[in-house]
């Protein structure tokens, strides 16, 4: 497999061993080393030769002056999925947040103990009873530092906005998860 190009080869063991050597010996060294018929390498040589041309073998890495930028990146993966044939160049909103953790509605009101247990979290938003950002949300939604969350509880409703979004808070530091706007 040629990693950079996406390309999946199934080789003999002479164009394996060919290909451990192409970069670093001439055909002649490549000859004098293998003890398969030189006709076989020779093939196998200009077979491998030909899929460097096409830019299937031996690829250049387009990412790799990247890697140091992504490295220093302070990010969070929420999710890392790479098909083989696909590019990634790790920078993607799928793979990462932005330095933005985020979580499930109704675990986050959970956890910052505006609401005490996930289930009735829950079943205030089927009731329609969470909004967030001014509109109806589902427990699923995925909350983020910077949303406004209301609750309406009968007559009274409470607005906050997230702060911070973490997996786990004591009990006297879920106050400091979102500040209380109305």
Not at 14 to 30: N, W
Not at 40 to 54: F, G, H, P, R
Not at 81 to 105: P, Q
Not at 153 to 166: I, Y
């Amino acid at each position: 497999m040629d990693v950079c190009s996406g390309a999946i080869h199934v080789v003999d063991d002479v164009t394996y061993d060919v290909i451990a050597l192409y970069e670093e010996k001439s055909l002649e060294e490549i000859e004098n080393e293998l003890s398969y018929s030189k006709e076989d390498i020779e093939e196998a040589y200009k077979e491998v030769t030909s899929l460097k041309e096409e830019g299937l073998l031996f690829t250049e890495d387009i990412y790799e002056d990247y890697i140091k930028e992504v490295k220093s990146r302070k990010t969070v993966v929420k999710a890392l999925c790479l098909h083989i044939a696909h590019d990634c160049n790790l920078a993607c909103r799928y793979c990462f947040t932005e330095s933005r953790f985020e979580m499930r509605l109704d675990k986050y009101l959970k956890v910052s103990r505006l609401i005490k247990r996930r289930t009735v979290a829950n079943e205030a938003c089927d009731a329609e009873k969470v909004s967030v950002n001014g509109k109806p949300a589902r427990a699923s939604y995925e909350v983020k530092e910077g949303d406004q969350i209301t609750l309406r509880f009968g007559v009274r409703t409470v607005t906050v906005e997230v702060l911070s979004v973490q997996e786990t808070v004591r009990q006297s530091d879920a106050a400091a998860l979102y500040r209380q706007i109305q």
